[in-house]
């Protein structure tokens, strides 16, 4: 019977939405492709998945992904440390990489939006890099393809650390220490911005959340998170529907949604601005380290998980671009409070990371 | 498994030459789609189907085949028709890890 309901709910939700799909139906006369008219279709719904099922679902894995043209090696990880750390890497000698995703704070700087090179402040918050290494696609808006592309990004961003990419080989160059560590790591190329880029980005990925109390409770340890967690854990997963875009164990779909914040910023959309739900879209953040690196959101808008789960009560602002994931949930005190509970559960015992020495 | 449905078309050219159109049907649940590659033939058209339960924006950029369907809610479905031959790449514009290569022959 609850199926044949659902059932029912999903056909006149799909009705209703072809409505809106007729006004933004588009024929592209001349081009290759025609868009066809849309029909409803019957869609099976799941059965409600029990615990153990989405434990399987959050299961940490069990290596380090590198890509096939970046493969991890020890000289790399080392020489992309100290590249991580130098100040060096920035026009006024005085931002590395760790200034603004700092393991100090998560591996972001804590405040609500970043701090570039004069001390001006940027126009969205430094997201952290923890579990980079799993993303898909990288910056709040999406505009890097890779880690080794956004890499050099900030460092020649005139307004982060202004120093263009020539001017920062020249300047390793002239470091001693530094070619020797370049010849070792990349034997066939040396210092060029593409070593530079995939050393960076080699050290970056082996920054992964460590085993959290609830990767414990996952593998079995009923003891291991608290109950007011484990029914937050069941929210996230039914009515709050939070797990609609922070999925599996690293809780990100590495996807873009405008939540409704109120901010002009337009995000994704700047890059797809006939796409009507890309305008004010973000990339969504994982959860992991996340009692860490706060204030939340794009615009560090937000000073506490319990204000961000206010948000998500209230639903943000309702516009056409707003996810259709996104809706006012109308928590109550308990189920607030039950959400956090489950994802403080999501922080690890980090050990304090260990500054390198830097060349000389 | 490939769901293959003739469909329409029937073009009468001195009483001679029968044209099929046929259609290659693409589901999304999970946030990807059904299948990562397809080809099919000039004039045959991709449904796209959304059987997930959120809401998806199938679309290309490739020059010459720049399509978009809109936001794609659960439960409907959209065709699309490829007239030119060449590969082109699909992408869901709010999930970009779902990708699809969509061959057209001749």
Same mark, same amino acid.
């Given at each position: 019977m609850?199926t044949?309901v659902?059932?029912i709910?999903?056909f006149?939700?799909?009705?209703?939405a072809?409505t809106?799909?007729?006004?933004?139906?588009v024929?592209?006369?001349?081009?290759a492709a025609?868009?066809?008219?849309?029909?409803?279709?019957?869609?099976?719904?799941a059965?409600?998945?029990?615990?153990?099922?989405l434990?399987?679902?959050?299961?940490?894995?069990d290596?380090?992904?590198?890509?096939?043209?970046n493969?991890?090696?020890?000289?790399?990880?080392t020489?992309?440390k100290?590249?991580?750390?130098?100040?060096?890497?920035?026009?006024?000698?005085?931002l590395?990489?760790?200034?603004?995703?700092?393991?100090?704070y998560?591996?972001?700087d804590?405040?609500?939006k970043?701090?570039?090179?004069?001390?001006k402040e940027?126009?969205?918050r430094?997201?952290t890099?923890?579990?980079?290494?799993?993303?898909?696609v990288?910056m709040?808006?999406?505009?890097?393809?890779s880690l080794?592309?956004?890499?050099?990004?900030?460092?020649?961003?005139?307004?982060?650390?202004?120093?263009?990419?020539?001017?920062?080989i020249?300047k390793?160059?002239?470091?001693?220490?530094?070619?020797?560590?370049?010849q070792?790591?990349?034997?066939?190329?040396?210092?060029?911005?593409a070593?530079?880029?995939?050393a960076i980005?080699?050290?970056?990925r082996?920054?992964?959340?460590?085993r959290?109390?609830?990767?414990?409770?996952?593998e079995?340890?009923?003891t291991?998170?608290?109950a007011d967690?484990?029914?937050?854990?069941?929210?996230?997963?039914?009515?709050?529907a939070c797990?609609?875009?922070?999925?599996?164990?690293?809780?990100?779909?590495d996807s873009?949604?405008?939540?409704?914040l109120a901010?002009?910023?337009?995000?994704?959309?700047?890059?797809l601005?006939?796409?009507i739900?890309m305008?004010?879209?973000?990339?969504?953040p994982?959860l992991r380290?996340?009692?860490?690196?706060?204030?939340?959101m794009?615009?560090g808008?937000?000073?506490?998980?319990?204000?961000?789960?206010?948000?998500?009560s209230n639903?943000g602002?309702?516009?056409?671009s707003?996810?259709?994931q996104?809706?006012?949930?109308?928590?109550?005190?308990?189920?607030?409070?039950?959400?956090v509970?489950?994802m403080?559960?999501?922080t690890?015992?980090?050990?304090p990371?260990?500054?390198?020495?830097?060349p000389? | 498994?490939r769901?293959?449905t003739?469909?329409? !078309?029937?073009?009468?050219? $001195?009483?001679? *030459? @029968?044209?099929?159109?046929?259609?290659r049907?693409i589901?999304?649940k999970?946030?990807?789609?059904?299948e990562?590659? !397809?080809?099919?033939?000039? $004039?045959?058209? *991709? @449904?796209f189907?959304n059987?997930?339960?959120?809401?998806?924006?199938?679309?290309s950029?490739?020059?010459?085949?720049?399509?978009?369907?809109?936001?794609?809610?659960?439960? @409907?479905?959209t065709?699309v028709?490829?007239d030119k031959?060449?590969?082109f790449?699909?992408?869901?514009?709010i999930?970009?890890?779902?990708k699809?290569?969509?061959?057209?022959?001749?």
């Amino acid at each position: 019977m609850r199926t044949a309901v659902t059932r029912i709910a999903c056909f006149a939700a799909a009705a209703s939405a072809l409505t809106a799909l007729a006004i933004v139906f588009v024929t592209t006369r001349g081009n290759a492709a025609t868009v066809g008219k849309s029909s409803v279709v019957e869609v099976k719904t799941a059965p409600v998945a029990s615990v153990q099922d989405l434990k399987a679902l959050y299961r940490r894995p069990d290596s380090i992904p590198f890509p096939k043209d970046n493969p991890y090696t020890l000289e790399k990880v080392t020489l992309g440390k100290k590249l991580y750390f130098d100040t060096r890497l920035s026009a006024a000698n005085i931002l590395s990489c760790a200034s603004c995703h700092n393991p100090a704070y998560g591996w972001g700087d804590g405040l609500p939006k970043g701090v570039g090179h004069n001390m001006k402040e940027l126009g969205r918050r430094s997201p952290t890099i923890v579990n980079a290494a799993f993303g898909q696609v990288f910056m709040w808006d999406g505009r890097a393809a890779s880690l080794e592309e956004q890499a050099l990004g900030p460092i020649a961003a005139e307004v982060e650390m202004n120093l263009p990419i020539a001017q920062l080989i020249a300047k390793l160059g002239r470091i001693p220490e530094y070619p020797p560590l370049f010849q070792a790591a990349f034997p066939k190329e040396g210092l060029t911005p593409a070593s530079v880029a995939r050393a960076i980005a080699t050290y970056e990925r082996t920054v992964v959340s460590r085993r959290a109390p609830f990767d414990a409770w996952v593998e079995g340890d009923e003891t291991a998170i608290p109950a007011d967690a484990k029914r937050g854990f069941a929210l996230f997963n039914s009515k709050a529907a939070c797990t609609n875009c922070h999925s599996g164990w690293n809780f990100t779909d590495d996807s873009f949604h405008d939540i409704g914040l109120a901010d002009g910023d337009i995000g994704r959309g700047k890059f797809l601005p006939n796409v009507i739900k890309m305008a004010h879209a973000f990339k969504t953040p994982g959860l992991r380290e996340i009692t860490r690196r706060g204030p939340y959101m794009h615009d560090g808008s937000v000073p506490t998980l319990g204000a961000v789960m206010d948000h998500y009560s209230n639903g943000g602002i309702d516009r056409p671009s707003r996810s259709d994931q996104v809706k006012a949930l109308r928590l109550s005190i308990q189920e607030r409070d039950d959400l956090v509970a489950f994802m403080q559960t999501l922080t690890s015992d980090l050990e304090p990371t260990t500054v390198p020495i830097l060349p000389r | 498994m490939r769901s293959i449905t003739a469909a329409l !078309v029937i073009a009468f050219a $001195g009483g001679s *030459v @029968v044209a099929f159109a046929a259609e290659r049907s693409i589901r999304q649940k999970g946030k990807v789609f059904s299948e990562s590659a !397809v080809t099919i033939r000039k $004039g045959d058209a *991709v @449904v796209f189907v959304n059987d997930d339960s959120v809401t998806h924006n199938v679309m290309s950029t490739d020059p010459g085949n720049e399509f978009n369907i809109g936001s794609q809610a659960p439960g @409907v479905s959209t065709p699309v028709t490829f007239d030119k031959s060449g590969e082109f790449t699909i992408m869901c514009a709010i999930h970009p890890r779902m990708k699809l290569t969509v061959k057209v022959n001749n």
